[in-house]
């Protein structure tokens, strides 16, 4: 019997891809099976739908991000440790995968309305730690869900502004920039 993985992943990555170019419902089945040079039948195998797959790539990856800040920020004992640390993870992380970056965090494409509160979310790691921060008094008293999207804003819009090429440096030369501005916003 032979190993699917290797024409799933394929069919995955091309799907990526292809979602983040056209967006999930301009996409069909023909065109990642096309793209990916496998039959429609042999994407049915792995995928029930292409709603499935758009799923799949969005919870399976949007989980083990929100579970990777996770466990940087609680190797970290101050507010502040914990947000470089997150910062320099969101800004290597679109570094390395572009693609999967976009899809997850900024392609508007209706999967985060499927997210449930028990999944692990990177927003909601954010959220926590700032929460946290506020209670201990490290940082400013405040809207904890104002001042996450406060911070995300910071390393979103950057990200948007790399991926239409008015901003020319890599994210990660950025972190400095950007853990700085946060931590004002944060301090008020």
Avoid at 32 to 61: C, M, N, Q
Avoid at 114 to 131: D, F, G, K, Q
Avoid at 134 to 163: C, F, H, N, W, Y
Wanted: aromatic residues 8%; contains cysteine; positive net charge.
């Amino acid at each position: 019997m032979r190993d699917g993985a290797p024409t799933k992943a394929k069919i995955a990555r091309t799907a990526l891809g292809l979602f983040v170019k056209q967006g999930v419902t301009e996409t069909t089945i023909k065109d990642i099976a096309r793209a990916a040079g496998v039959a429609e039948g042999a994407l049915y195998r792995h995928y029930p739908s292409k709603e499935a797959l758009a799923w799949d790539l969005f919870s399976t990856s949007f989980a083990a991000f929100a579970r990777e800040l996770d466990d940087l920020q609680r190797q970290r004992a101050t507010t502040r440790a914990k947000l470089e640390a997150m910062i320099r993870q969101f800004c290597a992380f679109f570094d390395r995968d572009r693609t999967l970056f976009t899809y997850l965090l900024l392609a508007q494409h209706g999967q985060l309305a499927r997210v449930t509160p028990e999944m692990p979310n990177p927003t909601e790691v954010l959220r926590s730690v700032i929460a946290r921060g506020m209670a201990r008094k490290e940082i400013s008293k405040g809207d904890p869900d104002v001042a996450t999207a406060m911070v995300m804003g910071l390393v979103l819009q950057v990200a948007v502004g790399r991926l239409y090429g008015r901003v020319t440096r890599d994210l990660s030369s950025l972190a400095d920039s950007l853990v700085a501005a946060a931590w004002r916003v944060l301090k008020g």
